[in-house]
């Protein structure tokens, strides 16, 4: 399902990198991986606050660093996080003024993972973790104040990583019924969903 954030999916087309398979050759080896270049994301979230109706907003992912490595038959998430574009809402949607947010990051904590499958040219790992959202506010006055961290409840963040030839693949998936993140007087983010699709180097661990 392309659908946040983390949390994951708006489409950012680049051309792809190729990725350097493991010196071991397999992925049901320890390994470590992390992105590179973007091939396809997409963050999208139900935004409304105060009087305003609920506004269907879609963001794409630039520069995302997502980290992982496994051992010993064990996964750990090493980093995730994923800069978005800036939100606009428009006067109409939000009364009276419309709302501008900047600086919008969805991240993850470091944390053990669960290793669902691994083969050769492929492995998918799992991890149970909040998401948190850290995002700043443009007001009147054009100057940005910057909104408090908010956090999900826990959700399950999917990551499949897959190797065609010399090309590695790594998908992020991630997904937020209801209430996703919310400051009061400010804004609430709902019905979230994050796919994040990028190329990946992937090495022997250490």
Known sequence: MKCLFLLGCIAAAAGCAEGHPATNGSLAEPVAVATSTVADSNVSFTIEGGFASATQVALNV??????????????????????????????????????????????????????????????????????????????????????????TAPLNVDIQVSRVGASTTATVQAACLGTCWSVDGVAKLSNGAVYLEADADVTAAE
Do not use: C, F
Request: aromatic content about 4%.
């Open 62 to 151: 630039h520069q995302p660093i997502v980290k992982l490595h496994t051992a010993d038959g064990r996964a750990w998430l090493d980093a995730v996080s994923l800069p978005l574009g800036d939100v606009n809402i428009s006067a109409d949607a939000l009364p009276p003024n419309g709302l501008a947010l900047k600086n919008l990051v969805v991240s993850a904590p470091a944390t053990h993972a669960e290793i669902v499958h691994d083969q050769v040219d492929a492995l998918e790992v799992r991890a149970m973790l909040p998401l948190s959202l850290d995002w700043s506010a443009v007001l009147a006055d054009g100057s940005v104040y910057k909104l408090g961290t908010v956090h």
